[in-house]
């Protein structure tokens, strides 16, 4: 009866505990704003959402992606799913000492499982706390992924798992012994451990028996309790943020701006009464709340961003931390009923609600400046994350309120976003420059007057870059060759495009963003374009992904896409060998953001004589070039400049040629690789070049391969001699 008392008081206890935490925290999320959409869409699609939950959830995949630790993971994760058997067994043991689970209970292979799965939690957590001492922080400073995480409580936990498992033999063997145990063969570890005890005798053993049962019940119950005040929430946390994480995930298009819920019209929206983005922490939507609370501090975000990894103070990982830790501190402030009851809190709740949310060290921001504006939206945090945390979404929204009500952001950029709004590209060439790409190409490229006629298949976006800067236009110009010389109709916009928005947008400035998306969907509803390739990974991006939020449906493929079909349809024929070294530099907006990582691979290896060489971080893992959110338009003024960083890893390839497929991308590593140059470090001959521009070359005959074409003066001046055919030397 004694243990009977003692385990149901230790239950009702620790029910308490963790529901009183739980319901505090259940408080502070709904404190946040509404964000019906996700609700709708986990409505909308029960099916796709149940494969997410066995995908991601109980198949690991995310975690997996690292094999050590999502090995571990997995043994741990399934380990505690399996030993929920255990405790119902443990449970049941309180009452009757030869309890035996209805139905199962006395079927050796449950009993061999349970210890098979005990046992893989053991391995799991040995590995866990082998990663952590070779990743110790203290040592390893930044380079550790775990740099910034709650060391402490993380090998609390692996002990208390640790006890879990321990006290689950010990139990177990002494129950072996006393002949209470359910299962006669399977449990070979059970067994081991009883053998060792077995010595001890008869009455030991008994007492063995219920000591451990009560010793793994506490210890399993103190383990949920600590769960609810620990990093370990995200054991219950991370299935339920999955389920309402945007699909396929947080990359790819940014979220519309909403206030209370609703897509803000700008049109009519009250700034009394409106949320512009983020600007203190009730502005963030329960479902950012959740993010913040399910972060597992595993660190992985922070080991594969380029702002973290170069030495800036940005880490996608503590970024989420500091959101959460202000959260919790101001939550009695938010949960508060009234102004009375706000004003009788402690001194230091009020000064945390106090804090701009984003603010330098005077201010005592939440997230410094620095830390905001270092972010280069290339992704791999959110591709990392492996409980679906929305890095991007928060950094952008934050951005937003900066930008639209604060007129707080980096001054370099101001001049971007005046062009972007008075000659719609942010160099401010205005359209009259925009078909200076084309002359001196041997056809004629056709500009869009009026409906598309049925004999055009493409539109052909050429983007602000490829249009006006003088390294882009190569490309264009590559593109618009190969087209030609495949035979496919394709028309363009000329002074009728104006940027795709994506700047403004990735800078925080939707209003502009808005303004030239409506002109620009406008242009193309009227011309009645439904295909179009572009060749600009963000132009991309923003046409495929972000246009369909203002209405804007069309069929969108990067160059590299089309190109790559038109060779192996055989409509264009690399012939003439490049006996080079290449290494393929992955454009964020194009990999990770949009999955295209095959095709221009594909073309490359189609190109007679290439040796393709793999950088380290590439495909998924791909480093940015830098220029992504906006970062194009802003010094970088802290740690190693990203784009050196990228070439540094280039150059260990020993590449003749480092290709890739966006103009941001071209011109940040043309920079890096001028600047190798200057220093003696690169070749004289390396040279940055799109995938477009290498089939072009190949695809001339030997004989004219080598010919220059005449070309354009570039925005800056004449462009140099030869400039720009898509041959290497033009
Ligand atoms: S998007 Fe890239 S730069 Fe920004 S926080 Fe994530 S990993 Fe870092
Ligand atoms: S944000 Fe995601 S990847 Fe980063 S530390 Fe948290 S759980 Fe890990």
Request: hydrophobic share 45%; proline share 6%; with cysteine.
């Given at each position: ?8 008081v ?11 935490r ?11 704003q ?8 986990v409505r909308?699609h029960?099916?796709?959402?149940a ?29 505690f799913?399996?030993l ?22 006395h ?24 990663i952590r001492l ?11 992924r ?7 409580a ?5 002990f208390?798992?640790?006890l ?9 063997g ?5 002949g209470?145990?359910p299962y ?11 053998h060792?005890?077995?010595p ?18 506490a210890?399993i119950l ?32 940014l979220?519309?701006?909403r ?9 009519e929206?009250?700034?009394d009464?409106d949320i ?50 202000h959260a ?13 009851a ?10 945390e ?11 005592n ?13 290339c992704g791999?945090?959110v ?5 679906d945390i ?20 980096p ?18 060439m205005?359209?009259?420059r925009?078909?200076?790409?084309a ?10 007057d009026?409906?598309?006629g049925d ?12 249009a006006?800067?003088?390294r ?17 109709s394709?028309?363009?916009l000329?002074p ?8 403004a ?13 409506q ?12 295909k179009?390739?572009a ?9 495929a ?20 079909r ?19 530099h ?6 990770r ?18 040796r393709?060489q ?5 495909k ?6 830098g220029?992504g ?13 990203i ?6 890893e280039a ?13 941001y991308?071209?011109v940040?590593?043309?920079d890096?690789?001028?600047?190798k ?6 070749s ?5 070049v ?11 005959s030997?004989?004219?391969a080598g ?24």
């Open positions: 009866m004694l243990r009977i008392i003692i385990g149901l230790l239950t009702a206890v620790a029910a308490a505990l963790a529901g009183r739980l319901w505090y925290l259940y408080r502070l999320a709904r404190t946040g509404p964000a019906p959409e996700r609700i709708e869409a909308a029960p099916a796709r959402d494969g997410t939950q066995a995908t991601e959830v109980f198949g690991q995949r995310k975690l997996l992606q690292w094999t050590v630790p999502g090995v571990a993971h997995f043994l741990t994760f399934w380990g799913i399996i929920l058997l255990t405790i119902i067994e443990a449970y049941g043991d309180l009452f009757s000492k030869t309890f035996a689970i209805p139905g199962i209970g079927w050796a292979w449950v009993g061999f499982i349970e210890d098979l799965f005990a046992v893989g939690v053991l391995v799991g957590i040995i590995t866990f706390a082998v070779r990743a110790d922080p203290e040592r390893e400073g930044r380079r550790s775990f740099f910034g995480s709650h060391t402490g993380a090998w609390l936990v692996l208390l798992i640790f879990v498992i321990a006290t689950l033999l010990i139990s177990r002494a129950q072996i012994n006393t209470d145990f006669a063969h399977g449990a070979f570890a059970s067994q081991i451990v009883g060792w005890l077995a001890a005798g008869l009455a030991a053993n008994k007492v063995l028996e219920t000591a451990f049962i009560l010793a793994q019940l210890v103190g383990f949920g309790v600590f769960v609810t005040y620990s990093k370990h929430l995200h054991i219950a946390l991370a299935p339920v943020n999955v389920l309402f994480s945007r699909r396929p995930n947080g990359l790819g298009a979220q519309p701006m206030s209370g819920g609703k897509v803000l019209d700008f049109e929206a009250d700034p009464s512009f983005g983020r600007g203190k922490i009730e502005d963030f939507t329960w479902k950012g709340m959740l993010d913040m609370a399910t972060c597992t501090e595993c660190g992985r975000c922070q080991s594969q961003c380029p702002a973290w990894a170069t030495g800036k103070p940005l880490s996608p990982k503590m970024l989420i931390l500091d959101l959460r830790d919790l501190a101001t939550a009695p402030y938010l949960l508060a009923g009234s102004d009375e706000r004003e009788k809190l402690p001194e230091a709740v009020k000064a609600a106090a804090r701009p949310l984003v603010g330098d060290q005077a201010a921001g939440v997230i410094d400046p620095d830390v905001l504006w270092s972010c280069t939206n791999a945090c591709q990392e994350c492996p409980v929305e890095h991007i979404d928060h950094i952008s929204d934050m951005r937003r309120h900066q930008v639209l009500i604060e007129s707080a952001f001054t370099e950029a101001s001049s971007m976003l005046k062009n972007l709004e008075n000659k719609g590209d942010p160099w401010g205005g359209e009259a925009r078909m200076e790409w002359d001196g190409l041997g056809f004629e490229v056709p500009v869009v009026g409906p598309i004999d055009v298949e493409y539109l052909f976006w050429v983007g602000c870059a490829g006006l800067e003088d882009a236009r190569k490309t264009t110009r590559a593109v618009a060759e190969l087209l030609h010389t495949a035979g496919v394709f028309a363009v000329g009728a495009e104006t940027c795709t928005g994506d700047p947008r990735r800078m925080g400035n939707e209003f502009v963003y808005s303004m030239l998306a002109q620009n969907i406008e242009t193309l509803n009227e011309a009645g374009a439904r179009i390739v060749s600009c990974p963000h132009c991309f991006n923003t046409l992904n972000e246009y369909p939020q203002l209405g804007g449906n069309y069929e969108v493929m990067h160059h590299t896409q089309l190109l790559a038109l060779v192996s349809e055989g409509k264009l024929t690399p012939v003439t060998p490049i006996e080079e070294k290449i290494t393929y992955d454009p964020c907006f194009l990999g953001h949009n999955r295209v990582f095959t095709a221009p691979r594909e073309i490359m290896e189609q190109v007679p004589g290439v393709a793999e950088m380290h971080r590439c998924e893992r791909g480093f940015c070039c220029a959110g906006a970062r194009m338009w802003m010094e970088e003024r802290i740690g190693k400049r784009n050196t960083e990228r070439i540094d150059l260990g390839t020993g590449p003749d040629t480092i290709s890739t497929g966006c103009p991308c071209l940040m590593l043309g890096a690789v001028s600047a140059k200057a220093s003696g470090e690169a004289a001959t390396l040279e940055v799109d995938v477009a521009q290498l089939l072009a070359r190949s695809v001339r030997p004989a004219t010919t220059p074409a005449p070309g354009p003066a570039g925005p800056d001046g004449p462009a140099g001699a030869g400039q720009p055919g898509p041959d290497k030397a033009g």
